[in-house]
């Protein structure tokens, strides 16, 4: 057994409270929107049966090849740390039998993920993510209400230099005849292929596309689109998702090498990307239908549509408008029953209270106060049983002789959050 200080496992991170109440301001947001718009709160396990994300994400992607953290109860069943939400959340439709509700079924979560991957800044072991799902629905407007409401989100908290990539995967059979159109292309040109790419030719062809290495790109470039190949009714269904976008002001750029490391997706995939994050990285989220996942998983063919974003990444790529600063009604310096009694009391009147706890001297409960940014403070005398207050924004004092009236003056000065 090692006997050095111990420290959080690599690729994790604490969540301090200096960084608590960006988060919570964020998570705020989200929630306003997303219930503003009918998204309900969902919540899912933290592991799951190993075969829902080697049936939904698919078992030739890097999450299902190398990025899981799978391990086995005592039973000997195989499970998995959750590495997306998109999965699970069809699971628990399913399960539920959601089917019978009012479709859409409108889902939003907010939960930690888990991937082993190489660990930067931006990416971690465990992640957390806000995302939203709509199941039920084809039609195009889901898919532009969705893309809209990641794009309000991202904007009222202020990630900067946005900028949503659109493209259309088609459905199944569409993809299936352009893959194969795309690895004859692609073995027609493999000495010019990395040996990555090379390797994966037949098992993921698509990824070819988000190569960095100078051969594959010249040879990418020259390569048949997908886009260009839908069928009618996947043409049709990818112009009318993008007249919404036009309607609703929503700027895009359409991206025809557009590729999304999870199988599940068919018809319309998006990213969000920040200037404001390393290149690397630049992803704060992403999304897309995924029309055949239900089937995948056993249940009847379900459409669905849906995104997830990084809220470490969002939360790099914020400005400080969203470090709000955490808000202390009434400081209360002493540490008597007296003084006790009234911050219990003024709680419970519902203000925002914090007593002090450490033994400060009146001056140094002062400080404290103001680094607080307490706005008031109650000095209590125990012995002559008064409490002097002070306004700190005006300077203004006044004497109390009890709870009651401090309470009432701290009420008309309360900080409207
Ligand atoms: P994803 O693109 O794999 O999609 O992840 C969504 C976002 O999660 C990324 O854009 C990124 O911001 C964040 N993220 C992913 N991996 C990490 C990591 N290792 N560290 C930090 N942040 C990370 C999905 O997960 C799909 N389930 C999205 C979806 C929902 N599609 C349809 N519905």
């Known amino acids: 057994m090692s006997t050095g200080k111990l420290q959080a496992a690599r690729g994790t991170q604490d969540v301090l409270p200096a960084q608590a109440p960006e988060r919570l301001a964020l998570e705020r947001v989200a929630r306003r929107v997303l219930e503003g718009a009918g998204y309900e709160r969902i919540e899912t396990p933290t592991f799951e049966a190993t075969d829902l994300f080697s049936r939904g994400v698919g078992t030739s992607t890097d999450i299902v090849q190398k990025e899981m953290f799978t391990f086995r109860d005592r039973g000997d069943r195989s499970l998995t740390l959750r590495p997306e939400g998109t999965a699970p959340v069809m699971r628990a439709y399913l399960e539920h039998g959601m089917h019978k509700l009012p479709q859409p079924v409108k889902l939003w979560y907010w939960e930690s993920f ?15 993510q ?11 407007s889901v898919d532009a209400e969705l893309i809209t409401l990641l794009h309000a989100i991202l904007s009222e908290v202020g990630v900067g230099d946005l900028k949503v990539r659109l493209g259309s995967l088609g ?42 290495d100078a051969g594959t790109r010249e040879v990418m470039a ?17 112009a009318a998702v993008r007249a919404r976008l036009d309607a609703a002001d929503v700027p895009y750029v359409i991206d025809p090498t557009l590729v999304r490391g999870l199988d599940y997706y068919t018809r319309t995939v998006f990213e969000v990307e920040s200037g404001a994050l390393a290149a690397a990285q630049a992803a704060v989220g992403g999304g897309g239908r995924y029309d055949g996942l239900a089937e995948q ?13 990084g809220i470490e990444r969002i939360l790099i790529a914020a400005e400080p408008s969203l470090h709000p600063v955490a808000i202390c009604d009434l400081y209360v310096a002493g540490e008597g029953l007296t003084a006790f009694a009234l911050a219990a009391q003024a709680r419970k009147a519902g203000l925002a209270v914090q007593q002090e706890l450490a033994g400060r001297s009146a001056k140094g409960a002062l400080k404290q106060a103001a680094r607080l940014r307490a706005t008031c403070v109650a000095l209590v005398d125990e012995t002559a049983g008064t409490i002097e207050l002070r306004d700190t924004e005006s300077g203004e004092q006044t004497v109390a002789t009890d709870a009651a009236q401090v309470i009432a003056r701290a009420l008309k000065g309360r900080h409207p959050g």
């Open 114 to 128: 888990f991937r082993d991957e190489r660990m930067q800044a931006g990416r971690y072991k465990q992640f957390w």
């Open 130 to 140: 806000v995302g939203a799902e709509a199941i039920g629905a084809s039609g195009p």
């Open 171 to 212: 459905t199944a059979q569409t993809r299936a005849a352009y893959r194969e159109r795309l690895v004859a292309y692609l073995r027609t040109h493999e000495e010019r292929l990395s040996a990555e790419v090379r390797e994966r030719i037949d098992l993921n062809p698509l990824r070819a596309f988000d190569a960095d």
């Open 222 to 238: 020259g390569a048949p689109l997908l886009l260009d190949e839908l069928d009618a009714g996947d043409a049709e269904h990818f």
């Open 297 to 309: 998983l056993g249940g009847p063919a379900t459409p669905g549509i849906g995104w997830a974003a």
